[in-house]
């Protein structure tokens, strides 16, 4: 297994498949390479692409250096793209196109970047949920009350409770117990919770934005926001879609992207 070595220490596990042009996957809340939909994603893109998909910091086979800042995991990703030849293509699904969005704003060398719903909010309004949110969330890891924390999240993100018990009775809860400390990391990157319109207006590179069309419409209206922002930006929709998003339905779209 291939590591690099992040800018303060930290090592990132990462695998690459394929041959072509060099295309890094970046997932979002509770993924990485071992749990979540980049690998079978990545099997669809070998033919074209050198793809690479890595655990970010606090998963998987990556380690963790605290305090944690967006910066730092700016220089994971900045480190991978250096492991992938200096140059690359980006996908990133969810709280990963924050962090994509971040590390484009200040490296070139991200020369394409498709996004799928960039969970930000489309307009100011009422953010009282989301503080709330952000302040039971890291009371409950202070407390070590991982497993609450990932139930937190999953009822945050619209899991009925049900649902959400019925997981947790599961023997993968585990899993995504151990990894619970980064749920403040990815909450981190999108503090504020709008879309960062000064950020993205930074970005010139060639964008995608996709959003899926079963999805709620806060996350359509959000994708379509991050959109308008960036300056040479397209939206798209994938019909049928949801935030879980098929590898099949999306591969396509990301290959006809990135592949002109």
């Given amino acids: 297994m291939p590591t690099v070595t992040s800018a303060d220490g930290t090592t990132i596990a990462y695998e ?19 749990a979540g939909p980049m690998r079978p994603l990545a099997a669809l893109l070998r033919d074209n692409f050198t793809v690479y998909t890595y655990d970010r ?34 996908y990133a699904i969810s709280s990963g196109a924050a962090l994509t969005m971040a590390t484009a ?4 060398r991200i020369t394409k970047l498709a996004l799928y719903e960039p969970p930000f909010m489309a307009e100011a309004g009422d953010d009282t949920r989301t503080k709330e949110y952000t302040e039971r969330l890291n009371e409950l890891l202070d407390a070590g009350q991982k497993g609450d924390a990932v139930a937190l999240f999953m009822r945050h993100v619209g899991m009925p409770a049900p649902v959400v018990d019925g997981i947790r009775a599961q023997p993968g809860w585990a899993m995504l117990e151990a990894i619970a400390p980064t749920l403040a990391y990815d909450d981190q990157l999108l503090a504020g919770g709008r879309v960062p ?3 993205a207006s930074t970005i010139a590179v060639p964008a995608l934005v996709l959003a899926g069309g079963a999805s709620p419409q806060a996350l359509q209206q959000a ?23 098929s590898p099949e339905a999306l ?10």
Avoid: N, W
Avoid at 16 to 25: D, E, F, R, S
Avoid at 28 to 34: D, E, P, V
Avoid at 105 to 108: E, L, R
């Fill in 105 to 108: 704003a200040i490296d070139p």
């Fill in 197 to 199: 319109r000064d950020l």
């Fill in 251 to 260: 591969a396509p779209t990301l290959t006809e992207f990135f592949g002109t």
């Fill in 57 to 90: 910091r606090g998963r998987g086979d990556s380690s963790d250096t605290r305090p944690y800042a967006t910066a730092r995991e700016v220089e994971d990703l900045q480190a991978l793209i250096a492991a992938a030849g200096g140059q690359a293509y980006v």
């Fill in 16 to 34: 690459h498949t394929g041959a072509g042009p060099a295309l890094i996957l970046v997932d979002g809340a509770m993924c990485y390479r071992a």
């Fill in 223 to 245: 994708a379509k926001a991050t959109a308008d922002a960036l300056p040479t930006a397209t939206h798209r929709t994938l019909d049928g879609q949801t935030h879980d998003v």
